[in-house]
């Protein structure tokens, strides 16, 4: 079957997916990165998933629901090759999808498939546009770069530096910096790519600091905090008063109890923060430490969240996993994450979520983003402008 068409195989598929099992259980798809460079992004997303399973059980709608997990260790060959035989040989109902590459390139897949395809990573604006299937639980780098540089003029930045992983994400997260700061009356000196593998800042950081900016607006993506806090300390880039602001990303939770007092005071704009005082959010701190062994990160609220808008989609549907008819309830869909309320935009599905402004502070001995400012429902400023 994998050699023929992908139209024709999913036609078989489609037509011999009629027996009692196929009926009764729903299998979900993750595509996601188990090795390699972002393989902590694919744990955080199976565990948050598998955490949300076990607290709110298997079978939705009279529906037993499966997991399936697939490492696409970040190749997005090998993402497209996995969704397709996830939907042709799995007979998958949904798929999630993980880095902006491999959304990238599953996005026609799911579309031809006619599967309902949960964005739980990806933070490139454009991956939603990519499928009518796509509906986002993760968050975008505009909602977060817009912010942190409206407050760093209102606090008194002038002169920024961008230093940012060379890939899409970072490139947006630049592009809408600079717009909003440049805005606001500041200026950005120059803009400095970092390999997205095997990243070694130390020549970028010393540039950085060459060229004397009161600020460093920095991005790297959920895995490299820990390598860039270490590397700008060497460089004793955290003692230099240069003001280190940036997308929550590089205050990521899962790497931040690794960074001593490098990071203390430096200040981000971001949706998801382990210490946000709510309730939920400290009961999920709790639960996904017990099961992970890990502090619960901006990219697990994704996974999450994820599984909470399948299993209340499947329960309006009454278990009909229909593509257009899940990704319509899904629209306009309103709940209380442990981030804090969030929606999915009915005219995009794209998230709607609070943005926070928090600053590191020691607790207990430990780096914690402490929110400090709150943004309500902000939505994907690119999506808004284009409107
Ligand atoms: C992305 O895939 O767009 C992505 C991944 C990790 C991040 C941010 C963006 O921290």
Not at 230 to 256: C, H, M, N, V
Request: proline share 5%.
């Amino acid at each position: 079957m994998r050699y023929l068409p992908f139209a024709a195989a999913f036609a078989i598929a489609a037509s011999a997916a009629g027996g009692a099992t196929a009926q009764d259980t729903v299998k979900i798809g993750l595509v996601i990165p188990m090795t390699g460079g972002s393989a902590a992004v694919g744990r955080e997303i199976s565990d948050a998933a598998k955490l949300y399973m076990a607290q709110h059980g298997d079978t939705v709608a009279g529906k037993k629901i499966q997991l399936i997990v697939r490492d696409d260790a970040s190749v997005p060959d090998n993402a497209k090759r996995l969704s397709q035989e996830l939907i042709v040989n799995d007979k998958v109902s949904f798929l999630g999808a993980g880095l902006t590459p491999s959304a990238m390139s599953m996005a026609p897949i799911a579309t031809e498939g006619k599967v309902a395809t949960i964005v739980v990573v990806s933070g490139t604006s454009i991956v939603t546009e990519k499928s009518p299937y796509y509906v986002r639980t993760s968050f975008t780098l505009g909602q977060q770069s817009g912010i942190i540089a409206d407050w760093a003029i209102k606090n008194g930045s002038k002169k920024a530096v961008s230093v940012l992983s060379d890939w899409a994400p970072g490139a947006e997260a630049g592009k809408v910096f600079e717009a909003s700061f440049t805005k606001g009356g500041g200026q950005v000196l120059e803009t400095l790519k970092v390999p997205l593998n095997n990243p070694d800042f130390a020549p970028f950081l010393q540039r950085a600091a060459d060229l004397h900016p009161d600020t460093l607006f920095v991005f790297v993506p959920a895995g490299q905090a820990g390598t860039f806090a270490r590397q700008f300390a060497e460089r004793g880039l955290d003692k230099s008063g240069i003001k280190l602001i940036g997308p929550g990303d590089i205050t990521d939770d899962d790497d931040l109890p690794t960074t001593g007092d490098t990071l203390l005071g430096v200040v981000t704009a971001g949706i998801y923060s382990a210490a946000h005082p709510s309730q939920i959010n400290k009961d999920y701190v709790a639960a996904y430490q017990k099961a992970s062994g890990h502090r619960a990160n901006f990219i697990s609220v994704g996974g999450y969240d994820g599984m909470h808008l399948i299993y209340e989609a499947l329960k309006k549907t009454n278990g009909n996993t229909d593509a257009e008819m899940v990704v319509g309830t899904m629209k306009g869909m309103k709940w209380e994450s442990p981030r804090g309320p969030i929606s999915i935009d009915p005219r995009t599905r794209d998230i709607v979520q609070n943005v926070y402004i928090r600053k590191v502070e020691k607790k207990d001995g430990a780096p914690w983003a402490i929110e400090f400012a709150t943004f309500e429902a902000v939505k994907d400023p690119l999506k808004e402008a284009s409107n």
